[in-house]
């Protein structure tokens, strides 16, 4: 996909490194390295230097949050972290599919789906507008209260995965009707009069152009969704964060949290590097379509 | 919040701290629990004579969390002088010279008590076992309450009835973070399902409530008190043997305020201060029984 005349897929990286020829690279660089070594050496000069090097960085100490020792009264924070992934990924899927009904249901225009219509913007409101801390406590500490058979035994990572859930899925939906907004009234009537329905111009037209603009945004949800789970450690699951936590307050040293700050980055990087990948695709394509 | 929490980590203290030598100043004395090492700099402990070492001049700076719980506090304020902890202050804070009206309390979470950089406070009481590992970071007053843990259930629930040590492995508890008493779980009782580990006792006594935890563990005053007059229809189990755990006062590295205090403290075990508080605040109950974790 590289038409001739346009700028090369490089672009993104000369925009990082400032204009490309060879003296801007001597210069940007130089300017990194004086900054990286100017806060470098603050860091370690600073008169509490040696202090926060061991509160928050010590080796020691870091490896043992990492593989942790129940016995001593911390736990893993890498085993944590799979908790994570596994709320995290279960979340995601949930939340790509509720929240596309809720968009779908937003963007309706039959009179008689008005309730659902009202329904949803609502719930939208009420999502978006509680912070996530009290929806998984209402619904971590609220459920379980409410002693229903089956509902309330479940274990705190499946309430918190419900409060993601419920949170996110508001924000996703705006995320959707962004991108159904986005594609041009013109499709849907030129889908119709080819004969499809309304159901197969939304499923075959619209929804296709839809979600390759949106790509980015989700992505960009769900890097924070990564780190969101943490909050669900405030139900008693034992996840990275929480691990680190007691780590911390058990031998009164926070190197845990850095070996999960490390960990959760070691997730959300590849994440954010992909989306870049694709941000970049998706204009070299377009610039492409419109050379053509 | 109750936060005794603790050590066991013998091994782990001997590793950090052996790599805090390079470059910082903690690096063998961490491992005696008793801070009185620092005291040698302490002139004469009279108002007067502390007043140097102070957080704010003029006053005595005692800092704990909120919600400060019972039975070591009373109706969540330090200030009032009642409850353990609050009474101990004050004893201390007199023994020391200061008027009570010459203490002020600051608010300190206990995450951030042992933050590296000064403290925004003379001392820390709340609950705070002592710990070599801990030591290597703070320093910690002697002793001025000796725990042991016990065990609080809702009545009429399997773990009030079974509780050998080979059963009480099989229930799912839960604890508050990085308390002594979850670390007793993970150590003692050694259970075959991770505990469940809540940010505040209140959400712990709440967990328990709706069953999602069969049991807690908790220092003994505080089941207590839990068992007696918070939640109805818990029960207080049992207790566990001593661990030789005990709360110590906790103050910024290497303070020399400590020196004084412990002498205080001493003075106020010598003359019988401290078992008047106990009985009169923490109401041991002797005939609970003790089991086996």
Redesign the interface.
């Known amino acids: 996909m590289e038409a001739q005349g346009l700028p090369d897929l490089s672009a993104r990286r000369s925009r990082i490194l400032g204009d490309g020829d060879r003296r801007g690279l001597i210069l940007s660089t130089t300017s990194t390295v004086v900054v990286l070594a100017a806060l470098l050496a603050v860091f370690l000069l600073a008169p ?1 230097s ?6 928050f960085f ?4 870091m490896w ?1 949050a990492f593989v942790g ?7 893993s924070v890498g085993e944590a972290l799979w908790l994570n992934i596994r709320m995290f990924v279960a979340a995601e899927i949930l939340i790509l599919i509720a929240a596309l009904i809720v968009a779908v249901i937003r963007q309706s225009t039959g009179p008689v789906l008005l309730p659902l219509r009202v329904v949803a913007t609502v719930y939208v409101d009420v999502a978006r507008g509680v912070p996530l801390i009290l929806v998984i406590f209402a619904i971590g ?1 609220g459920v ?2 409410l ?1 229903l058979r089956g509902i ?2 479940q274990s ?1 990572a499946v309430y918190g995965v419900a409060a993601l859930v419920f949170s996110y899925s508001a924000y996703v939906s705006e995320v959707y009707r962004a991108g159904l907004n986005s594609v041009h009234r013109s499709q849907v009537a030129a889908a119709r009069s080819l004969g499809l329905s309304g159901w197969a111009s939304m499923r075959y037209v619209i929804l296709p152009q839809a979600v390759r603009t949106i790509i980015p945004p989700l992505l960009n949800d769900f890097i924070s969704l990564q780190k969101d789970t943490a909050l669900v ?6 996840e990275a964060n ?1 691990a680190a ?2 780590y ?7 190197s845990s949290y850095t070996v999960a700050a490390i960990l959760f980055l070691l997730l959300t990087i590849p994440l954010a590097r992909f989306t870049d990948h694709l941000i970049a695709r998706d204009r070299a394509r377009r610039l492409a379509g419109a050379g053509q | 919040m109750t936060m005794r929490r603790m050590l066991i980590a013998a091994a782990v203290a001997a590793l950090g701290t052996g790599l805090a030598a390079c470059g910082s100043t903690n690096a063998g004395s961490g491992v005696t629990s008793s801070g009185s090492t620092a005291s040698a700099a302490a002139a004469s402990c009279t108002y007067a004579g502390v007043q140097k070492e102070l957080y704010t001049k003029g006053a005595l700076t005692v800092g704990t969390d909120k919600p400060a719980y019972p039975p070591w506090f009373e109706d969540n304020n330090p200030a009032n002088g009642k409850g353990y902890e609050s009474a101990v202050a004050y004893a201390v804070a007199k023994q020391l010279g200061f008027k009570s009206s010459q203490v002020k309390w600051a608010y300190e979470p206990f995450n951030d008590s042992y933050a590296p950089g000064p403290k925004k406070f003379d001392f820390d009481i709340n609950e705070i076992s002592v710990s070599p590992a801990r030591a290597t970071a703070v320093t910690f007053s002697n002793s001025y309450y000796d725990v042991q843990q016990a065990l609080v259930a809702l009545k009429g629930t399997p773990i009030v009835t079974k509780h050998t040590p080979a059963e009480l492995k099989t229930y799912i508890f839960g604890d508050q973070v990085g308390t002594t008493s979850l670390a007793f779980i993970n150590s003692a009782i050694q259970p075959t399902q991770t505990p469940k580990v809540y940010e505040t006792l209140n959400d712990v006594k709440q967990a328990l409530q709706t069953h999602q935890i069969a049991a807690f563990v908790t220092d003994t005053p505080t089941a207590q008190y839990i068992s007696s007059s918070e939640i109805p229809h818990s029960v207080m189990v049992a207790q566990f043997p001593s661990t030789g755990e005990h709360y110590g006062l906790l103050f910024g590295k290497g303070d020399p305020l400590v020196g004084c205090v412990n002498k205080a403290l001493a003075t106020l075990k010598a003359n019988g201060t401290l078992s008047a508080l106990t009985t009169k605040y923490l109401q041991i109950y002797t005939s609970v029984p003790t089991i086996k974790p």
């Open positions: 509490g040696g202090q926060v090097r061991h509160t010590n080796p020691a100490d043992q020792n129940p016995k001593a009264g911390y736990y500490f379980p209260a002693q309330s035994t705190a450690g405030l139900l008693g699951a034992i929480k936590e007691i911390s307050d058990t031998v009164f040293n926070y």
